[in-house]
């Protein structure tokens, strides 16, 4: 009986602390709304939009569930000169809060479609100012062999699914603050993975330096 009194008393104790600490603002608003459909370019250095080949898309279940989740879906195909293809899927939540966002990680969106999915790695992405860390995967299904790089990013920062994120998250909502962010998503099809993972890394440069100051550590991180 004392000892459920005492934590009793301690759950009580805990309940200003608890709410004082909850988040209530959001970076979206102090930094600005993201409108993909707007501020990623169409056209950008060597690539411009290919409106002939579409991304993979979610199951209608998923995509259901991706409608809850996240504010903004953006899937393009870019081309270059020499008709090779890139593929870009962004998702943009307002509320990073919590690990409902990770039903668009790549692992799960693919293999919910039946794909065998397989982790290639991590891997350094040179940029103008910083380096990004992608996690690589290979997606196949069929015939179809694709590479991809993804990578999270929480308000300015560039991050990972796993710890480095949690204490990404915990770090913002302990200083009041609830945190956007993205899953940002680069694939191709049909080739090696050496010569696929090479040309995204050069279409996710010429990306990042497509953008204005102001956005590019919304996509990229600092």
Known sequence: MATALLAAALLVGTLPAAHWLRPTHRTADIKGAIDLAVQVPARFGEWREDTSLVPLLPDPSLQATLDATYSQVLARTYVNSRQQRVMLSIAYGNDQSSEATAVHRPEFCYRSQGFTV???????????????QVQRLVAQLSGRYEPISYWVTLDETATLPGLRRKLQQIRYGMQGFIADGMVMRVSTVGLPDTQAFELQDRFVAQLSSALPDRLRARFFGL
């Open 118 to 132: 397989t982790d290639a790695g991590l891997a350094s992405v040179p940029l103008a100012g910083h380096t990004l």
